[in-house]
């Protein structure tokens, strides 16, 4: 990368106080100032430029040490910002769950474990490259600080870049290949480019257009679906491939196994451990990978029959008809049906 220079920049968060007099908990703004690096002769390389629809702007993403980033702006054309990070000299503001993809919204007070804290009007400021922070200490306490301060300018440095003409570029996905339903237009499904992360049932990694496309068909009974948004330019080098499996396991057969269908006390044993893994699959898929994906995933389809074989329609039970399709379309099989083992609980009492 050329060009040393580095941009002030401040991180805007959330911090837990407690009001001295009273010990009560509240939610204020934390702003750290801090510096990010600048690509000012954009020498950080291009990853990715796609269409997500016909006709539609262009995306790009970078890849800057292995971090995939896109504009902050939703918009390439989109009007600078009015601090200028070179005149005036300004420290622009984000949010730090533009660096981090998480936000403690719901989250309960770091400090009296209360849920929902009340906010305040309260602000926690530490100005670029200082160890002191600015709030009133005669009225709140706050712990912890040093160690989210250098937390938050660890993040603002290996996640955040500079580049004109596009301004502060933050961590972005990579768009995926999605099955979505068409609705009142046929045929029923279409293939379609997404940048936000969709259903794993129904996602393909960037370079699965082709099975994409080939599962959209059989969602079909055999017509191919409308295809919308392109990869106009993709290095595969800098673009992560993930894993489908994995995310199918993490996350499909989490949601699934968590409806409230099952009576674990009257099923077998097998039928229980398969459930289990199903419910911890996020934990098992992460420490296992695609091997302890597919023995989940396996699992799921004697869940599955077992569901049917008790009586019940696997289209009225939830996410298991498609998580049942998609599973049995990455080639993952089991042996014959084998009968109602134990009790299922009826559909309608599902529950997420």
Same mark, same amino acid.
């Given at each position: ?17 407690? +009001?001295?007099?009273?010990? #009560? ?9 801090? *510096? $990010?690096?600048?690509? @000012?002769?954009?020498?950080?390389? +291009? ?9 539609? =702007? ?26 200028? +990070? ?34 305040? @009007? ?38 955040? #870049?500079?580049?004109?003409? =596009? ?33 794993? =049932? ?9 099975? $994409? *496309? ?10 191919? %679906?409308?295809?919308?948004? @392109? ?6 080098? #800098? ?75 696997? %289209? ?37």
């Amino acid at each position: 990368m050329t060009g040393p220079r580095a941009v002030p920049i401040v991180i805007r968060s959330d911090v837990d106080l407690v +009001v001295r007099d009273g010990g #009560l908990g509240i939610r204020g703004c934390l702003r750290v100032g801090t *510096q $990010a690096r600048s690509d @000012e002769g954009r020498a950080v390389p +291009v990853a990715l430029r796609f269409g997500l629809r016909s006709g539609d =702007e262009v995306h790009t993403r970078l890849n800057l040490d292995g971090t995939v980033l896109g504009p902050l702006q939703s918009r390439l054309a989109a009007a600078p910002p009015k601090a200028s +990070v070179r005149g005036s000299g300004r420290a622009e503001e984000i949010p730090l769950y533009d660096l981090t993809g998480e936000h403690g919204i719901d989250a309960p007070h770091a400090l009296t474990g209360q849920p929902d804290p009340p906010r305040r @009007e309260v602000e926690v400021r530490i100005r670029a490259w200082s160890s002191e922070a600015e709030y009133d200490r005669d009225r709140y306490e706050v712990r912890g600080l040093e160690e989210r301060v250098a937390a938050i300018r660890a993040a603002a440095r290996s996640r955040l #870049l500079h580049r004109e003409p =596009e301004g502060w570029w933050v961590p972005a996905p990579v768009p995926t290949w999605q099955c979505v339903q068409n609705l009142a237009d046929h045929p029923a499904w279409r293939v379609e480019l997404s940048a936000s992360q969709g259903r794993p =049932e129904k996602t393909f990694c960037l370079g699965r257009l082709g099975d $994409a *496309q080939a599962f959209c068909r059989h969602l079909n009974g055999g017509v191919d %679906g409308p295809l919308l948004g @392109e990869v106009l330019y993709a290095d595969p080098a #800098l673009v992560p491939t993930g894993d489908d499996l994995v995310a199918l396991a993490s996350r499909g057969a989490t949601r699934a196994a968590a409806l409230r269908l099952f009576d674990p006390a009257s099923m077998s044993g097998s039928l229980v451990q398969a459930w289990s893994a199903a419910r911890h699959g996020r934990a098992i898929a992460a420490e296992e990978g695609r091997a302890g994906a597919a023995r989940i995933l396996a699992g799921c389809l004697h869940l599955a029959d077992h569901i049917e074989a008790c009586g019940h329609a696997i %289209g009225d039970v939830g996410d298991w008809a498609l998580l049942r399709e998609r599973i049995l379309f990455e080639g993952i099989g089991h042996a014959s049906r084998s009968g109602c083992d134990g009790a299922v609980r009826a559909p309608a009492g599902a529950a997420r």
